[in-house]
């Protein structure tokens, strides 16, 4: 911004020692403002791009943005309720008038469940469904319109190792859930190909997270003795997966779904 509190346009160089091109480039990140989600969003603005992140709390996106700017990104924050068709729409509005277009939609906003079978509540299973996949499926349809004008548009969701093989320790509406967002990821990726919009999607294993650390002890050392790795992962490796598929290189990757994962599944 200058003196005139006008945004002047960002001119980045291109790492010439990274064979991804991410300059340029905008995202919009739902759950952009802790964990993986803002791990993703701190690589972004690391290799040049732009972004908005979207949060429940306006609170929290804004404090992530105040550290993305420190990587000279040009950042904005904003609240949206994935239950509500309304705030998306003006959350998308906003991003696209503010960034100036959108290249790059990641859906990382998600609830975990982690109820038994007999414990598993109706209120519960819509509540998770209602942010991890019905959120999901109107964010990418009402961001579609901003995305078929980019060059190289992209759609990244993600997932998890539950949505694969039906994990471990979670509760059915969070592994319904990550299941049916890889279901819509192949779907989307047919329907959208024709607009030359890829839609992959990243399958993490359990991730030292706030997700992990909702978990009891007991829990945690079963987990973790499933691992072949015998690690937890770390956000950032999901964040790396996430940088190839906002790519412009991952042109001719569409319909995949990335496991992260540790050796947890190999299928």
């Known amino acids: 911004m200058d003196e005139s509190g006008v945004h002047k346009k960002k001119v980045t160089m291109k790492d010439t020692s990274s064979p991804l091109t991410l300059t340029n480039r905008t995202a919009v990140i739902t759950g952009g403002s802790r964990n993986i989600g803002f791990a993703i969003a701190e690589s972004f603005a690391k290799a040049g791009m732009d972004i908005c992140i979207l949060s429940l709390s306006t609170e929290s996106s804004q404090a992530a943005c105040e550290v993305l700017r420190q990587h000279g990104a040009k950042v904005l924050g904003l609240a949206c309720d994935l239950k509500n068709l309304a705030s998306i729409d003006e959350a998308l509005q906003t991003a696209n008038s503010f960034l100036g277009k959108i290249d790059v939609l990641v859906n990382c906003a998600g609830l975990l469940d982690l ?77 959208l190909a024709n607009l030359n919009i890829t839609v992959n ?67």
């Not at 007991?218 to 992962?233: A, D, H, M, V, W």
Request: glycine share 10%; with cysteine; proline share 3%.
């Open 115 to 191: 109820k038994k079978i007999p414990d598993l509540d109706e209120a519960t299973w819509d509540e998770v469904l209602s942010v991890n996949l019905k959120g999901a499926f109107f964010m990418t349809q009402k961001a579609v319109p901003y995305l078929a004008k980019s060059h190289s548009p992209r759609i990244i969701n993600i997932s998890s190792n539950s949505g694969r093989m039906g994990g471990f320790e979670n509760g059915m509406a969070y592994t319904a859930s990550k299941g049916g967002l890889i279901a819509l990821t192949y779907g989307l990726a047919r329907q």
């Open 201 to 267: 999607c990243i399958a993490p294993g359990t991730i030292d997270s706030d997700m992990l650390r909702a978990r009891d002890n007991e829990t945690i050392t079963r987990l973790l003795n499933r691992f072949p790795l015998k690690r937890f992962g770390k956000v950032e490796e999901i964040a790396a997966a996430a940088c190839y598929f906002a790519s412009e290189e991952s042109a001719f990757t569409t319909g995949a779904v990335l496991d992260v994962n540790g050796g947890l599944f190999m299928g």
